[in-house]
Each structure stands twice: as C-alpha cells, then as structure tokens.
C-alpha cells in the first residue's frame, strides 16, 4: 500500500507526513520548499504501507521542476496495487484547493480530502459542511489541524473509504446539492 500526499505549496503535507511517519521535514513557509520528496513508512493493520510527502503542485499541468515530479509520481502511482492520495487542503482557501482535488479524482484515484488548517479557517468565519462536500464529490473529507495532530487519526480511519468515483455522478450530485 501507498500513500501519497498531495496539495498546493504550504498546506501542511509536510507535517501530515511527520505525524504520520515520526520523521523529520524541515517545516518552511515558503512557496515550494519540499522540491525533492521524502518517503516514510507507517504501520497499518499490521502492514507498513509507503508514505510519500509530495513537492507541492497547484495543478495537474506543472509550470515548474517541483510541479514536475509531483505530477510524475502521481502517474507513477496509477501502478501500484492499493495507492491512495491524500489530497491536503487549506481549509480557508477551499475553492483553490479543491480545483487539484478535482484533477486528482478525474484521473480516478482513491482520494480522500483532508481539509487542514481548520482552525485558521474558523478563525475567518468560514464553515464548511464536510458532510455535503462528502456527499457530492462521492469521496472522504476529513477536517484537520496537523500541527496539533487535531484530526489525523481520522483521515487514517476513513482510508478505507477512499475509491475511484465517477465523475459524471459528481456533476449529477452537485446539480442535486444546489
């Protein structure tokens, strides 16, 4: 199994991927600090399943080296038996995060949606319903705060329900939703 952790620069996939794996990442707030990426393991069910802290991309059509190689281990992905995306939101810039989350569940990976930085999100008065955001994109959305470890363990729980989702039934479900 293989987890890979996706999303836009300085979201904190980095810090998902320390509480994960008990590694160390330097932690930075600049635009595209992990350019390389960094690989960890941790114990599932018995299993050490493969974590991949991904260079920060801000879509699927890379303008740049770091966008590059998360696009390129995303495709490499697509052959591993049991790969999942973890798909890391800013909660307070949730329309921009969404667009990757988009792509990524277009090219029919299991994906589950860990809105991070919920704090910050409350902080500016934004709420968000996982539950209709659930129900119309048809995968996973787990809310978070991974620098308190606030919501990891959930996102791990609900790894089972992440699967490929048709996107024509998104667009029927979103028309529903309105």
Avoid at 136 to 144: H, R
Avoid at 151 to 156: E, K, L
Wanted: with cysteine; hydrophobic share 40%; net charge negative.
């Amino acid at each position: 199994m293989k987890i890979l952790l996706m999303g836009h620069p300085n979201v904190g996939k980095s810090v998902f991927f320390n509480r994960l794996t008990g590694a160390n990442v330097i932690e930075s707030n600049y635009s595209g600090t992990t350019v390389d990426y960094t690989c960890g393991c941790m114990s599932l069910d018995g299993k050490e399943v493969e974590v991949v802290d991904v260079p920060g991309t801000f879509s699927l059509d890379p303008k740049d080296k770091a966008e590059e190689v998360a696009v390129a281990m995303l495709k490499e992905a697509k052959d591993t038996k049991d790969a999942y995306v973890i798909c890391v939101v800013d909660s307070s810039k949730l329309e921009r995060g969404l667009y990757l989350a988009m792509q990524i569940i277009e090219e029919g990976y299991s994906v589950i949606i860990a809105l991070n930085m919920d704090d910050v999100a409350e902080d500016k008065n934004i709420e968000i319903d996982n539950q209709k955001l659930e129900q119309i994109l048809g995968v996973p959305v787990v809310s978070t705060i991974a620098i308190e470890n606030i919501g990891i363990s959930n996102v791990i729980s609900r790894l089972k329900d992440a699967k490929p989702v048709d996107v024509e039934d998104i667009a029927v479900r979103g028309a529903g939703a309105a």
